[in-house]
Every structure is written in C-alpha cells, then in structure tokens.
C-alpha cells in the first residue's frame, strides 16, 4: 500500500536562505514521486516529478527534489527563497503498475518566508 | 493554465441535498481523479474514472458517486449533503499507461454546505 508522510507541518525560513521541505513515501510497486505546490486560493501546480529517470530531478522556479530508494524519501530543496515561495506544498506517490492508479497526497508542508 | 476546467467554482447548499460537479479534463487525457480538500488539509482521494468506468475508490461513502463521458469529462454527485461535505473539490485529469502520470489540476469547486 501507498503513503506518504510529510515531516514538517510548517517551516518558517528567512528570505534568500535554503528551504528543505522533508517527504517520505512507502509504496508496494515502482512509485512515480512529486510535488505539487498550492497558493492560497489556487489550484495546485506541479513543481516536479520522478519517474525513475535520474535520481535529482530539478523543477520549476528553483526547486530540486532527490529521490532516496534506500532511505525511501523525496525532499524538497531550493537554495535560495523567494517571498513568492510562501504556499502550501504536497509531497504526492502515484503507484504504477498496479490495476488501479491512483495518487496519494501528503498532508502538506505549510512554507512560510521571514523577510 | 492546465486545461483543467471545473464548474461551479463556488457552491452553496443546504444540509440533505444534492450537488453535482462539473470537470473537463485537458485534451487527450482519459483518466480523471477527484478528490476532496477540507480546510488546512491536504487532497484526499474519492475515486478514479478510467474509460467512463469507475477504477480506484477512497475512502467514501455510496453518497459520493461519479460519472464519466465519452469525451472524459466527468462529473462528481453528492446525496444528501452533510456538513464536513464542506471542502474544495479537486478533479485531475491525467493519460493513464506509462510512468508518466502527471496529473493536471483544475482550480476546483468550493462547495459550503449549511
């Protein structure tokens, strides 16, 4: 069975310092990982994603993530916030392979940026 | 932009009612997804239509049911409305068969139930 599980309810980081948003995930197939990235009153937009190409996979707007089989985690990282970056982020597993797709949210990371 | 579009974008209903939702998925996608976003919460998901058939349910009662067309737009009923049905309806559209399971977001539905 699938889960993921999102370390941080929130963090709090300072304008122009790194952000590491923690996500690990359990999954019974070969899992797809992403994060999606939601603004307050907008939909969710997809930030970046594996699908077992290369281990760091780099995104939009600054974000990395790394894809750990061994430690079975998919972290978000960016080395620099921006003010902008302030929104809810979602670690999210969709299992493939399996005869019902489907796609697992964490519970959300909430990313505050201090000026 | 997705190409995602959903309809209403925000509802209000009364406790024991109906409601239906609205979601056209992006062309060339034959899958959609919807799920329910409470407040301070991340997606849950209902159910998976693939091929206008019903592929992966969550956690939901019969109350929630859904239906897809032939053109993959789909809709998502609820009866007999409760108020923690209060939430943002999400619906994904996505190109099931590969690795690449991206799923596009709609804007979503704000639904109020009082």
């Known amino acids: 069975a699938q889960s993921v599980t999102q370390l941080d309810s929130h963090v709090s980081v300072s304008e122009g310092t790194p952000v590491l948003l923690r996500c690990n995930y359990s999954?019974?197939?070969?899992?797809?990982l992403f994060w999606y990235v939601q603004h307050p009153n907008k939909g969710l937009q997809l930030l970046l994603k594996?699908?077992?190409?290369?281990?760091l996979v780099k995104g939009i707007n600054g974000f990395e993530a790394e894809f750990k089989k061994s430690e079975t985690s998919f972290h978000l990282t960016k080395p620099s916030a921006h003010m902008s970056d302030a929104a809810e982020y979602f670690c999210?597993?969709?299992?493939?392979?399996?005869?019902?797709?489907?796609?697992?949210f964490g519970s959300g990371t909430r990313l505050s940026i201090r000026p | 932009e997705t190409g995602v579009t959903q309809s209403p974008t925000h509802l209000i209903k009364t406790r024991g009612q109906q409601v239906t939702l609205r979601c056209s998925s992006q062309?060339?996608?034959?899958?959609v997804s919807w799920y329910q976003q409470a407040l301070g919460q991340g997606p849950q998901f209902i159910f998976q239509?693939?091929?206008?058939?019903?592929?992966g349910r969550g956690n939901f009662p019969p109350r929630f049911s859904g239906l897809q067309f032939p053109n993959y737009s789909s809709e998502l009923n609820v009866n007999a409305l409760e108020l923690d049905d209060s939430a943002l309806y999400l619906c994904?559209?996505?190109?099931?068969?590969?690795?690449?399971?991206?799923?596009?977001f709609g804007q979503g539905t704000r639904l109020t139930v009082v």
């Open positions: 994904a559209s996505s190109s099931r068969g590969g690795k690449n399971t991206e799923a596009f």
């Open positions: 999954s019974s197939y070969s899992p797809s």
């Open positions: 594996y699908t077992s190409a290369a281990t």
């Open positions: 999210v597993v969709s299992e493939w392979g399996s005869s019902a797709s489907k796609i697992i």
């Open positions: 062309s060339g996608h034959n899958t």
């Open positions: 239509y693939y091929r206008e058939e019903e592929n």
